[in-house]
Structures are given as structure tokens and as C-alpha cells.
């Protein structure tokens, strides 16, 4: 069975990890936790980047530095992980859900302004599949409006809009280096902070509460408790392994945008015969091959696809069930009008096997693919004819 992900190791993984044991600090915010936040800032531009122990506390981390509070409400997509809505409604807050673009599956940002009240806090994007939202037209609304705009661009390392890094362009910004996405540490995130107002407080929530960062600076001469806040930081094991990891960006992600690039090649007859529907990625973004997925006409023809690659030694799996029919979501949130474009994303979409090193096994991948929507095609002009 070819598996739908597969972790990738690019080499000092384990010299730095052998590296971070001898140095005797193996709690967060060593040696290898500054490197990683360093080359972040690097790679995205970001006033500040802060490790975390995952991309869902990066989220809930931002929730906390913005003063969250119950009765607000935040705007985000339904089509997305649980993570998102979670760390607003952990605050008390209402996420309200909006509908997707038809293109990208990105949050539809002509419906975005419809759906602001009074208590509308802040504005949550998520960044599908690597690919940005238009963030231009969301950094006006959230502006004119006073909102805060937070970025979920947990699959969205090493893509950009207009040339400015996904994460880095909002307020504030969620990474994920989940053994899923395209630099990983098995469990791991980061928050991006872009505004640098936010910065300081950012350290004292990540650092449960206390100035302990700025007592390790020297700033203090002892720290203490200062605001709220929680245990953030990764251990230097997972820094040390994501050190390695950033260091290959450039060459991990090429690898993925060249499987990427085969699957959207191929699979564009099929698309023109009307059996599925590929990808769309807007000129203004430069996405960076996270996932490669196709659109089948409904549930029951993804679920017969999924199964018929499995026979043919294939995983392949769908994604999301929209937050806003979920039974978290239908107590916790509520939805802004009718979301047609979620509800049928839901049913339809399935991710085909994508990670740096499937070379060796795409040609059967695609050839299983091929397989599965030849048979839906002669069974299509069976029932025309």
C-alpha cells in the first residue's frame, strides 16, 4: 500500500539531536529553539517567530494575546481543522462561520464584510493547501473595521502572496510542523508575530505568564508572574530536529512541487472530460505543493474513488468535515447564511499521495488514478448511450 503521507528525513536530524543531548538542555528555548526562530524570521520576515509544541497552540496562543473574551465572535472559513475554531472557543468566543471561494476553497473575502457585527474581534484566514487568500482585500476590511487579522497558515510554510511569506502578513501567524505538512518535527508549530505591539506579551504568554525570557536577556534581575498564560515551548529534542528540517526548506519543497506538478500535468484530461476538477492557484500566489487534491462530482462517486485506489494498493483520503454541521460547531458556532461551496467541497474532495521521496512510486499512483476515472468514464457513456 503506497501511503498517503510519508515522513521525510534530510539527514542531521539525529546529529543535532545528539548535539542538543550533550549540551545538557534539553527544556525549551536552547540553543537549537533560538536557531529555529532565527531562521523563521529569516525565511518569512516576521518581527518575531516563537517555537511552539504545536500549530493548534500557536492558534490558541494568538487567542490569549489578543484578550479573547465570551460573546466575541471571530470570522473564519468552516472548510478547516478543528484547531481553528477551537482556540477562539476555548476564549468563549462564537467563530462565525463564512463561505469558501469556489476556486481555492480560500475564505470567500467578498462575503467577509456582510458577516462582521459589533462583536466581531478578529478575522481568521486559513490559508488552504498552501495556497494565500487574497489577503490585500482581507487587510482592508480588517483595517476599516478595526479587526485584528490572524493567519492559520499551518500549510502554508514556504508559500507567499505577492512575495510577502504566508504567516507573515496579518497580525499574527500560525505554523504547523506536524509530520503531515512540508517541514516537520513530528509534533511542532510556531506563532509568527507581525505586529510589534504584541511582541513582548507574546514571550510572557508563551512563557506561562512570566518575564522569564527577559530575565535570560538580562533585562530583569529575577522574573515572575505577569499575565496570563500557559507552557508553550517544544523541548530542544523537537527544535533539533526542526533545525534540520529548516535547513532543507528550499530543497523539500521543490521535490513536492515537482510530484505536484506531474499529478496537476496528468490529471488535466480528466479534468477537460469533466470527471474531476484540479487545484487552482491565482497568480498572485506562489504556493508550495503542500497537498495535491482532486474534485470528484459528489460523496458517492469520492467514496467509490477512495475505495477502488485502495484495491489498487493506494491510500487516499478526503478531508474536512465542514466545522459548521459538526456537532461542536452547530453549539459552539454559527454560520453566516448558506455555504454551498463548503457543504460540496466537504463531500467531494480527496487527496491523492504526496511527500518529498514518491517518486519511485507516483507512476502507480497515477496509474491507478487513471484506472479508477476510465472506469468512471466508460460508465458515463454507458449511461449516455
Not at 62 to 90: C, H, K, Q, R, Y
Not at 104 to 129: F, G
Not at 305 to 319: E, K, N, T, Y
Amino acid at each position: 500500500m503506497i501511503p498517503f503521507n510519508k515522513p521525510t528525513i534530510v539527514g542531521p536530524e539525529f546529529e543535532y539531536i545528539r548535539q542538543a543531548l550533550a549540551a545538557g538542555h534539553l527544556a525549551g528555548d536552547g540553543v537549537f529553539t533560538k536557531r529555529c526562530h532565527a531562521a523563521l524570521e529569516s525565511m518569512t520576515r516576521s518581527r518575531k517567530a516563537l517555537l511552539t509544541h504545536s500549530g493548534t497552540a500557536a492558534l490558541e496562543l494568538a487567542a490569549l494575546l489578543l484578550d479573547i473574551s465570551p460573546g466575541d465572535e471571530v470570522i473564519m472559513p468552516s472548510f478547516t481543522f478543528v484547531s481553528t475554531a477551537n482556540a477562539f472557543v476555548l476564549r468563549g468566543a462564537v467563530p462565525v462561520f463564512v463561505d469558501v471561494r469556489d476556486d481555492t476553497l480560500n475564505l470567500d473575502e467578498t462575503l467577509v464584510e456582510a458577516a462582521i457585527t459589533e462583536r466581531t474581534r478578529a478575522i481568521v484566514v486559513v490559508h488552504y493547501a498552501g495556497v494565500s487568500c487574497e489577503m490585500d482585500t482581507l487587510l482592508d476590511i480588517a483595517t476599516r473595521h478595526g479587526l485584528m487579522l490572524i493567519e492559520d497558515a499551518a500549510q502554508g510554510v514556504g508559500s507567499s502572496y505577492r512575495g510577502r511569506a504566508l504567516g507573515a502578513i496579518g497580525a499574527l501567524g500560525a505554523l504547523s510542523f506536524h509530520e503531515t505538512k512540508n517541514i516537520i518535527s513530528g509534533e511542532g508549530g510556531a506563532l509568527l508575530v507581525n505586529d510589534e505591539t504584541l511582541t513582548l506579551r507574546a514571550e510572557i504568554i508563551r512563557e506561562k505568564g512570566t518575564n522569564r525570557a527577559a530575565f535570560f536577556r538580562g533585562q530583569v534581575d529575577k522574573y515572575t508572574w505577569m499575565d496570563l498564560g500557559s507552557s508553550y515551548l517544544p523541548s530542544e529534542i523537537i527544535a533539533a530536529f526542526l533545525f534540520a528540517q529548516l535547513e532543507h526548506v528550499q530543497s523539500l519543497t521543490a521535490r513536492r512541487m515537482l510530484a505536484w506538478r506531474r499529478y496537476h500535468d496528468v490529471f488535466a484530461a480528466f479534468e477537460e472530460r469533466g470527471l474531476v476538477r484540479r487545484p487552482t492557484v491565482p497568480d498572485s500566489c506562489e504556493h508550495n505543493a503542500h497537498m495535491y487534491y482532486l474534485r470528484l462530482p459528489d460523496l458517492d462517486a469520492r467514496q467509490d474513488f477512495i475505495m477502488r485506489l485502495r484495491a489498487l494498493g493506494v491510500a487516499s483520503v478526503f478531508h474536512y468535515v465542514p466545522l459548521h454541521s459538526a456537532p461542536a460547531g452547530l453549539r459552539y458556532g454559527r454560520a453566516h447564511g448558506d455555504l454551498p461551496v463548503t457543504d460540496a467541497a466537504g463531500d467531494q474532495l480527496v487527496r491523492l499521495p504526496l511527500w518529498p521521496g514518491i517518486e519511485p512510486y507516483q507512476d502507480q499512483v497515477v496509474d491507478a488514478v487513471a484506472r479508477v476515472l476510465s472506469v468512471r468514464l466508460t460508465g458515463a457513456l454507458s449511461i449516455a448511450s
